[in-house]
């Protein structure tokens, strides 16, 4: 299951930022320069695919791979 979620957002990352080389404990910010509008962009995607609502409270709590694939697997988002 995580390593779907893992392909899943690797590939989310890479279609809007053209970045590739995730590992888990990639920082989005840190590691890979993501804006705001980028990190937004990210979870846009995430909330069509899933068909959820990520609270902004919520967001800038997942500032790592990891983090999201906690995140998704807590609240049942595992049907990638």
């Known amino acids: 299951m995580e390593e779907n979620l893992f392909k899943f957002i690797e590939d989310a990352i890479y279609k809007i930022t053209g970045q590739k080389g995730l ?3 990639t ?3 840190k590691d890979l320069g993501l804006t705001s509008f980028d990190v937004m962009n990210i979870v846009c995607v995430f909330e ?5 609502e990520i609270p902004s409270r919520d ?5 790592r791979v990891k983090d999201v694939i906690d995140y998704m697997i807590r609240k049942g988002l595992t049907d990638v």
Do not use: I, M
Request: hydrophobic share 50%.
């Open 23 to 25: 590992v888990y404990d």
């Open 27 to 29: 920082d989005f910010v």
């Open 48 to 52: 069509d695919h899933f068909d959820v």
């Open 59 to 63: 967001v800038w709590k997942l500032r």
